[in-house]
């Protein structure tokens, strides 16, 4: 009895589970893995100085941030108390973890919606890989790397849950990790919650969410310097990030499809429940203000990030969409109960299928592994490492964003790395302008400036590099176009 009772609970898990497990490798497969590079940047090098502080040094962002509280301090002495042999292994672990915490969410909030369980990973597959990259503001739930944006997300849509069961303590507890990971997120989704919470429950909530987030926002916002004037910090953001805070920079394609989309969901949940399309059509309203007052007053307007709730409103329109496909008198199809192991052999085949079309008509996402083979980046930053002691600092191109984690060398200038203090990011811009060659008026968009740079280094004077060594800089590494090999000058 014993035996027959834990095969019963061993199927009843697996058949639960493997769904998860399986969206997962597809996501991966669609994706990729990044470790060590892109947006890792900014707290996996910090993790690695408070683990071993003799590293980076010279480095301009480790010593910005170093300097004040911020907002990467939780994650990067979080990470810091991992040893360091086992991140790999580890960060794709909690990646995991993460993502299967956020498809969990997603199920939960479809299925109060859509009770059919094909319909509700239908819902979730359309948003996390259909419709992905299709978005304003650059901004998904999904990322294919560990970084604050993935946990705070995963805790996010819970948070968002239990505010709209009128559970104001889970909601505010997750609120406030939320906000611990990424204040932007949790300010935000702390705001939602207030629309979606049950009448009578709003002020308990905010109570409870204010008690435990205050003290961390208001010890960041005290460390915030005002000294940049808001023209040239606008400047700044629309060289570096205008695609992820100017709306006129969110492509002409991505509202022409999502607008409708976005219109016709919220409409959808004001027939079948008004508190979603309350907050559905707050995010909306936002959204316009936002695109007006930046405008007005840019600097302000860009730190509420509003655009950053778009996310929300993608998926849950999703949810509403196959709601009313549902009522049609031809959408019962979406009401069958698959079987587990016909699901199993549809994602599979889905699986193959999106391997061989990718690699036939697009390059091979990244995939950065515990056991994948070193990319032509990580190797030419390993080589850095040997070639140059631990004091040595490098100048790179912007797109190189690799090199730091894995060669374990301080740079003189990140552009992926921004730090937000007022006199970092002035001092930030002209490091910038200086190596790099650019201006405030490169507003062609990141690749227009990644090449313009790659050049500049390519074609640097005996003269410039006299100059950037006298400026401390002691290698640089450059390559002839945007695909070239790296070649490291020391200088």
């Known amino acids: 009895m014993v035996y027959i009772g834990a095969v019963e609970i061993t199927r009843k898990y697996f058949e639960q589970g493997w769904p998860y497990v399986a969206v997962y490798m597809l996501l991966l497969l669609e994706h990729g893995y990044l470790f060590g590079s892109n947006d890792q940047m900014d707290f996996m090098p910090y993790a690695r100085h408070l683990q071993d ?9 480790i010593n910005c941030i170093s300097q004040q509280f911020n907002e990467r301090w939780l994650l990067g002495h979080l990470i810091a108390l991992i040893p ?6 580890f960060f794709l672990s ?5 993502t299967v915490l956020l498809m969990a969410g997603m199920k939960k909030w479809a299925a109060h919606f859509v009770s059919s369980s094909a319909a509700q990973w239908t819902a979730i597959l359309i948003t996390l890989i259909v419709l992905y990259h299709r978005n304003l503001g650059g901004n998904e739930l999904y990322y294919n790397m560990l970084t604050a944006s993935n946990l705070a997300k995963a805790f996010a849509i819970w948070a968002l849950w239990y505010a709209f069961k009128g559970k104001t303590g889970p909601s505010s507890v997750l609120i406030a990790l939320c906000t611990y990971f990424h204040p932007i997120v949790g300010a935000q989704v702390f705001t939602l919650s207030m629309i979606l919470s049950p009448p009578g429950q709003n002020i308990r909530l905010a109570f409870i969410s204010l008690a435990l987030i205050l003290p961390y926002l208001l010890s960041l916002f005290i460390h915030l310097d005002e000294s940049i004037s808001a023209s040239l910090f606008s400047d700044i953001m629309f060289v570096r990030n205008a695609h992820h805070f100017f709306p006129a920079s969110f492509g002409l394609i991505n509202y022409i499809l999502l607008a ?5 969901g919220t409409y959808r949940f004001w027939i079948i429940d008004k508190r979603m399309a309350m907050m559905l059509t707050v995010i909306m309203v936002g959204c316009l203000f936002y695109s007006l007052g930046i405008l007005m007053m840019p600097k302000y307007v860009i730190m509420t990030q509003w655009f950053k709730t778009t ?20 959408g019962s199809i979406m009401s069958y109960s698959i079987k587990p192991h016909f699901i199993l052999f549809g994602l599979i085949i889905l699986f193959c299928v999106t391997k061989v079309i990718k690699n036939y008509w697009t390059d091979s996402p990244l995939y950065q592994l515990p056991w994948s083979q070193r990319s032509e980046d990580e190797k030419t930053a390993q080589n850095a490492k040997i070639l140059s002691n631990q004091n040595e600092v490098f100048l790179v191109p912007p797109d190189f964003t690799a090199f730091k984690y894995y060669a374990e060398r301080s740079t003189y200038v990140d552009w992926k790395a921004l730090p937000h203090n007022g006199v970092c990011l002035g001092d930030w811009w002209q490091r910038i302008s200086k190596v790099y060659g650019i201006s405030l008026d490169d507003r062609g968009g990141l690749n227009s400036i990644y090449l313009k740079a790659n050049d500049h280094l390519f074609r640097l004077t005996s003269e410039d590099k006299a100059e950037f060594k006298s400026r401390g800089i002691t290698f640089i590494v450059f390559k002839s176009g945007q695909s070239g090999p790296y070649s490291i000058e020391k200088l």
């Open 311 to 330: 996310i929300w409103l993608k998926f849950f329109c999703v949810v509403a969409t196959i709601n009313w496909i549902k009522g049609l008198p031809n």
């Open 53 to 61: 502080p003799s590293l980076y040094t010279s480095d301009f962002y």
């Open 84 to 89: 360091h042999g086992v991140w790999p292994g």
């Open 260 to 264: 409708p989309f976005f219109l016709f």
């Open 94 to 98: 909690v990646h995991f973890g993460c």
